[in-house]
């Protein structure tokens, strides 16, 4: 219920009306006592209660009760939003909130007293002091400010601790996300050092294997490695990326394949120009493309490897098929692969889905949603 109420006020538009609400028990309470205190009055005098009641001018007395408590919780906003900040503890938001108790009853106790004089109708009221007796205008003010206060002060002690425990509960969760987060920024950049090497020497491999044979090509591979770690060097530390440079590594490393494969590899990339700014996680693909290559193309004599990316129902889908044997129906997820599933959960968590197929065309299709999760948005 508590929750439901709280929720109820943050939802509301305006911060004058949920600080009204939130005063709500100081409202009540200060009705109440100016009823119990017309009552009291009446036992205590010859007067009937029922003529407090049936007073020529009751919509006075009426507003009365309405009136200066509204006017005591205005003033204590308005001292608020001008004398504290949100997230002052201590005694200084209660103490400002006295204040604002205090200015607010005495202003509306002040325009009562002028509108009752204003209908010729007069208490005799008093307070006595030992020898000091006050008038019923300052016996008024000062009644309906010790009410106010004796009311008012154990309410705001008790929603200052509750504010110092809500601002405590807040600063821990932030840590305890900015914590999560950075643990989860260290597991991404431990899963891309070691993607790194491991295509590092599958790529060394490729080169030995042509340096003898065809060292033109050799040496272009070699460039082309240099171009792609280049950029692996450049962009350290990132997590994210954009599709379209993801792309670019993917075409670099299967540039560097090709050298090796020639004519046997043929490769087909379809991605929407409106698609390559979004971001995606670094190196999403590239493990993907190599175990397609390795696994799958390679094992033909003419090799097919296509990626496919496009957009539904607010997904960014990609789907990258090759020509190579089919899945076996137990797959074993190679460190391409653990690489993949451990980094699209750290990232998306269960927001992600990741499907197989042998028919009717082998292919890997990745569904991510179509904008950076909010979540890990500063990573």
């Given at each position: 219920m508590r929750l439901k109420w709280k929720s109820f006020l943050a939802g509301l538009p305006s911060p004058w009306l949920r600080e009204m609400l939130r005063h709500?028990?100081?409202?009540?309470l200060l009705q109440l006592i100016e009823h119990i205190t017309v009552i009291v009055s009446a036992l205590l005098s010859d007067e009937p209660l029922l003529s407090y009641y049936h007073d020529p001018f009751p919509f006075l007395f009426s507003f009365e009760i309405l009136f200066i408590p509204l006017m005591a919780i205005n003033a204590i906003y308005w001292a608020q939003q001008w004398l504290t900040?949100?997230?002052?503890?201590?005694?200084?938001?209660?103490?400002?909130?006295s204040?604002?108790?205090?200015?607010?009853v005495l202003m509306a106790t002040m325009l009562m007293e002028e509108v009752y004089a204003l209908w010729d109708i007069y208490d005799d009221d008093t307070l006595v002091f030992g020898e000091i007796t006050l008038s019923p205008y300052a016996s008024n003010l000062v009644t309906n400010t010790a009410v106010g206060l004796a009311i008012g002060i154990p309410l705001f002690l008790r929603q200052s601790r509750r504010r110092a425990l809500q601002n405590q509960l807040a600063d821990q969760q932030m840590e305890m996300d900015r914590l999560e987060q950075m643990k989860t920024k260290a597991e991404l950049l431990a899963l891309q050092a070691r993607i790194n090497p491991h295509f590092l020497y599958n790529s060394l491999n490729s080169i030995a294997s042509l340096i003898h044979t065809k060292p033109d090509h050799a040496e272009q591979m070699v460039?082309?490695?240099?171009?792609l770690f280049r950029y692996s060097l450049n962009t350290q530390g990132l997590v994210w990326t954009t599709l379209g440079e993801e792309l670019d590594i993917v075409k670099t490393y299967l540039s560097v394949e090709q050298v090796r494969f020639g004519k046997q590899l043929e490769v087909s990339l379809d991605c929407p120009d409106d698609l390559r700014h979004r971001?995606?996680?670094?190196?999403l693909l590239q493990p993907l493309v190599e175990n397609a290559l390795k696994h799958g193309a390679a094992?033909?004599?003419?090799?097919?490897?296509?990626?496919?990316?496009?957009?539904?129902?607010?997904?960014?889908?990609?789907?990258?098929?090759?020509n190579g044997p089919p899945f076996p129906s137990q797959l074993i997820n190679g460190y391409g692969w653990q690489s993949t599933y451990d980094?699209?959960?750290l990232l998306y968590?269960?927001?992600?889905?990741?499907l197989l197929q042998n028919e009717p065309q082998k292919r890997v299709r990745i569904k991510i949603p179509a904008h950076q999760p909010e979540l890990n948005h500063a990573l």
């Open positions: 709500a028990p100081f409202l009540l900040h949100p997230r002052d503890l201590g005694w200084r938001p209660i103490l400002v909130k204040l604002g108790t205090i200015v607010g460039m082309q490695l240099a171009d971001k995606v996680p670094r190196f094992k033909q004599s003419k090799g097919e490897i296509s990626l496919v990316i496009k957009e539904e129902k607010e997904k960014l889908v990609m789907e990258l098929g090759d980094k699209l959960q968590e269960d927001r992600y889905e990741v």
